[in-house]
C-alpha cells in the first residue's frame, strides 16, 4: 500500500469520527430527553462502520507493510498510531464492541439516574458488566509481561505502567497529605471575597471574553453550556467545549473557561498538515490535561494574571472585590468531597483514590459491590473527612459509566507535566512580565511551538526530551506546590 | 428480498440520513466560521454512503420485485417511496451527484455573502451551475409527457403539474391582486399596538411558552436561534426549531414559533411505527405547510386564540396593548418586498413570483443573468412597488442555493390546503369555542388522526380525500380570504 492510499483511508475513518464527536457533543448539549435513545442508535449504527472500516483486513496488511519501510517522522507515526488502533481493536470480536457500545449508550444515563437519586445499586449492574467488558478487552491485547490495569492505563498514556505509576503516586501521597494535614492545623481559613450571586448570562458573556483574552480563538471554536464543562472539536478550526454558570459560585465558571479554554487552544494549535490522519488530536491524555492545569492553576490563579484584568472582572459582576482576598480564596486548599471542585492542592489525592481502586478492580482485589464502602474508607485516609453519600461520593465521577477506566491518572501526570512545562518555559520567557502585561501570545507560541503543533507525532516523553531535554519528571510539581503553599499558608 | 430486509436497509439509510440532517443543523445552528469548511467536508463524504447505500443494486432488486407483491398498506408505501427515491437517484451517475453535493455547500455561503453585500454578480456563477445541474438531472428522470419543471415540482409536490398549478395561481392572482388593490384603496392603515423594544432572552423564554401552549412538546423537542426560523428533525422524539428575535418586532418571533411549531407538531405526531422507514416524514412539503400556515394563520391570528392568553403577553413583554388593535395589526395587509415578512393575504403573490420565474427557467425562456431584472418587474405587477435593491429582491431567498426549485409552490398549496381542513375540523370540532377555553389538544388531536401519525403512507390528496371526501380544492382559501379581508377593510 502506498503511504497516499493509507492517508486517504486514515481521512475516512477520521470523517466518521468527526460524525460520533458531533453525536457526543448533540447528546450533552442539545438533545431533547426523547431523542436521546435515537441517537444513541444512530451512533450505534455509526460505530458499527466506523469498526468495520478501521479494522479492514485490506488496511492491517498495508500497514504491517508500511511499518516496515523508512517513513517521514509524521507517516511513521502516523503508520505507528493507526497500526496501534488496529490491533487494538481487531482483537476485540466485532459483536463484542457493539455489544459493549450497546451497553456504554444505556449506562450514561443508568448512572446519572443513579447519581440523581443517590442510589448506587441502580448503577451496580452496568457497571459491573462495564468493569468485565474492560477487563475482557484488556485480556484480549495484554503482553506478558503488562497486567491488566497496565493495558488500560496505556490507551490513555502510552509507557506509562502500573509500577511508573505507583512510584509517581507514592511521592504524591508522601509529601500532600503532610502538607495538607499541616495546613488544617494552621487555623488559616480563608473566606469567599463576595456576596450575592451574579445572572447566567452576565456570567458567560464575561467568560467568553475572557476566553478569548487568553487565547481561544472564537472564529474558530464555540462555548456552550451543558451539566459539566468538557472539550470536544471537529478540527482545529472547530473546537468546541462548555461551561456550567454557578449564579453563587463564581469562580467555577472562571476556572473552567481557563481549563476548557487550554484544552481548546491545544486543539486548535495543532497544525492543518494534520488534519484528518492518526496524529491529528493531542499526543495523549495526560499532555491535554498538562495543557488545561498550565492555564488554569499556573496562570489562572497567579496574580500577574489577574492583576491587569481585575477591574474588569469587578466591573462585569458589579463586584468590588479585593484582589488579594481573591488570590488567597482561589488559592485556599481544604479537603472536600468532589474531585472537580478539589483545589490545585488536594486534587490529586482525589485522583489517587480513584487509581487505587481501579488497580483494585483490575486486579480482582475489590468486586463492584463493595466499590461504595472502600471509597468512603480511601477519602477518611487520605482527605480526613467523611463522605455522607455515594452521590457525593463513588457515584460523582461520569467516566467509569462511559468505560474509561484508566483515564483519572492523566489529570495527575497533566498537574506534573504542566509544572514541567513552566520551568521550561520560564527559562525563555519573563511570564510574570508578561501576564503582568496582559500579553498572554507569547505563552501560547511557545505551547504551540512545542507541543500543539505537533499533535500526536510524538509521546509524552519525547515531546519532553525534545522541549527540556529531560523526560516526565514529577519533582517540579511536588516543588511547585510545597513551596506556594508553604508560602500561603506561612507554614515555614 | 423479504420485506423484513428491505425494512433492516432503510433503516440503514435512514441512520445515515439522520446524521445528515444533524450536521445540517449544527451548520446553521452551532459551526464556527472556521469549521464549516470542515463540516462541508464531512457531509459530502457521508452524502457518498447515502449515495451508495440507497442505489446498492440489490436494493434496486428488491424494490422491483417487492413491488409486484402483495403488501399491506403501509409496506406498500414503504416500497413504493424507497422506489420513487432509487429511481430518481439511480439516474443520476454519482459523480455528478457528488459534485453536485460540492457546489451546493459552496454556494449557500456565497449567497449569504451576495446578500449581505447586495450584489447578484457574486452569486450568479454559482446560480448558473445549480440551474444546469437541476435542469440536467430533471432530464434524467423525466417521462415524455412531463416537462422539465414539472419533475422538479413533483419532488416536493407528487401530482402537481405546472398544469395543475397554473390553474391554481391563477385562481389566486385574479381574486387576490384586485381586492389587495382595493384595499389600498381603502385608506385603512392598522399601526403597530406598541412601542419600544423587548428583550430577545424575555422574547425567547415567552416564545417557548407559547409553543408549549399549541402544544409543542419541549421533551420531544428543541428550540434554538438562527438566521431564519426552520424546523427540522431526528425523529418523531427529536423534533428541532429555530427562531429569531428582533427586539422590536415582537411579532416576527411569536409567529415564527406558531408557525414552526406546527411543522414541529407534525414530525411529532408522525407514528412511532413508521420510525426509520421511507414513510417516516410527512406527506409532502404542501401538507407540511398546511400545518404550519394551519397554526400560523387560522388559529395564531384569530380573536379567539388570543382572547384567553392576551394578557399573558402583555404581562411577559411588560406592555400594555390592546387586543383589537392587535389583531388588526397582526392581520393587515399590504404589499411589502421580503416574503418571510408578507401578511396572510400577499404572501401568496410572493411565491407566485418564484413560481413563474422558476417555470422561465426551466423553460429556457430566461437567463440567470436577467433574474433580478424579471424579478422586479414582477414585483411591480403583482404587488405595485418597486424593488430598491436585489438584497431586498432576488437575492432575499435561501432556497436556491440550496437547489430547491419546485419548493416554493408547496408554500401556497399549503395555504390552500390549511383553509380545507379547517373546513373539515368545523364540521366535528366547535373551533372558536375550544380556543376561547384555550383547550388546543382537540385541535391538535384532530390532525394528528387526519393527518400526522400516517407519515407519507398516503399522497395529498388521498390524505384529503380520507378526510372530508374532496380533492385538493383551492375555493376554500379563496373564499375564506376574501370573507376575512372584506371584513377588515370594511369593503362590502
Not at 455509526?46 to 479494522?55: C, D, P, Q
Not at 489577574?306 to 482576598?325: C, E, H, T, V
Not at 463492584?368 to 477518611?380: G, S
Not at 499533535?455 to 522541549?467: A, C, F, H, P, V
Amino acid at each position: 500500500m502506498e503511504m497516499k492510499e493509507l492517508l486517504k483511508i486514515g481521512k475516512e475513518i477520521s470523517l466518521l469520527g468527526k460524525f460520533l464527536t458531533l453525536a457526543s457533543w448533540d447528546q450533552e448539549t442539545e438533545t431533547p430527553e426523547g431523542g436521546q435513545e435515537g441517537l444513541g442508535e444512530m451512533m450505534e449504527y455509526l460505530s458499527g462502520l466506523y469498526y468495520a472500516k478501521s479494522t479492514d483486513p485490506v488496511l492491517k496488511e498495508g500497514l504491517e507493510q508500511l511499518s516496515k519501510e523508512e517513513l517521514s517522522v509524521k507517516d511513521a507515526a502516523i503508520v505507528r498510531n493507526m497500526k496501534e488502533g488496529l490491533d487494538r481493536m481487531a482483537k476485540i470480536p466485532q459483536d463484542e464492541y457493539l455489544a459493549y457500545q450497546r451497553i456504554l449508550t444505556r449506562s450514561q444515563s443508568l448512572w446519572a439516574k443513579a447519581k440523581r437519586e443517590n442510589n448506587f445499586d441502580m448503577f451496580k449492574d452496568a457497571l459491573k458488566e462495564i468493569v468485565s467488558y474492560e477487563k475482557k478487552f484488556a485480556g484480549y491485547t495484554r503482553t506478558d509481561e503488562a497486567c491488566l490495569y497496565d493495558v488500560v492505563l496505556n490507551q490513555y498514556e502510552k509507557g506509562f505502567t502500573t509500577a511508573k505509576l505507583n512510584e509517581f503516586f507514592c511521592l504524591l501521597k508522601n509529601e500532600i497529605v503532610p502538607l495538607l494535614k499541616k495546613i488544617q492545623e494552621s487555623g488559616i481559613d480563608y473566606q469567599k471575597p463576595y456576596e450575592g450571586t451574579v445572572d447566567a448570562d452576565v456570567q458567560e458573556k464575561y467568560n467568553k471574553k475572557l476566553a478569548e483574552y487568553i487565547g481561544f480563538d472564537l472564529n474558530r471554536g464555540v462555548i456552550k453550556r451543558s451539566e459539566h464543562p468538557f472539550t470536544t472539536g471537529l478540527s482545529a478550526d472547530d473546537v468546541r467545549f462548555t461551561n456550567h454558570y454557578y449564579e453563587d459560585k463564581l469562580e467555577s465558571a472562571i476556572f473552567s473557561t481557563i481549563h476548557e479554554g487550554g484544552h481548546g487552544m491545544y486543539e486548535q494549535g495543532v497544525s492543518k498538515e494534520l488534519e484528518d490522519t492518526a496524529v491529528a488530536g493531542g499526543a495523549s491524555m495526560g499532555v491535554h490535561e498538562s495543557q488545561s492545569r498550565f492555564y488554569e492553576n499556573l496562570i489562572g490563579r497567579s496574580k500577574s494574571f489577574w492583576n491587569p484584568i481585575f477591574s474588569d472582572l469587578n466591573d462585569a459582576y458589579g463586584l468590588k472585590m479585593n484582589l488579594d482576598d481573591f488570590m488567597n480564596y482561589i488559592n485556599r486548599a481544604e479537603a472536600s468531597l468532589i474531585r472537580t471542585e478539589a483545589d490545585e492542592l488536594t486534587y490529586s489525592l482525589h485522583i489517587m483514590i480513584r487509581y487505587e481502586l481501579e488497580q483494585m478492580l483490575f486486579n480482582d482485589e475489590i468486586e463492584v459491590e463493595d466499590l461504595p464502602c472502600a471509597w468512603n474508607q480511601k477519602v477518611k485516609d487520605f482527605l480526613g473527612i467523611d463522605v455522607p453519600n455515594d452521590a457525593m461520593g463513588v457515584l460523582q465521577d461520569v467516566h467509569w459509566s462511559g468505560g474509561m477506566f484508566g483515564y483519572f491518572p492523566s489529570y495527575a501526570i497533566g498537574s506534573a507535566i504542566a509544572s514541567q512545562i513552566m520551568a521550561a518555559m520560564k527559562k525563555e520567557l519573563d511570564v510574570e512580565d508578561l501576564l503582568m502585561k496582559g500579553d498572554l501570545k507569547q505563552i501560547k507560541d511557545f505551547l504551540d511551538y512545542h507541543i500543539h503543533q505537533h499533535g500526536s507525532i510524538y509521546t509524552t516523553n519525547e515531546l519532553l526530551n525534545k522541549m527540556m531535554n529531560e523526560e516526565f519528571n514529577p519533582q517540579y510539581y511536588v516543588d511547585y506546590l510545597k513551596e506556594k503553599y508553604t508560602k500561603l499558608y506561612h507554614l515555614d
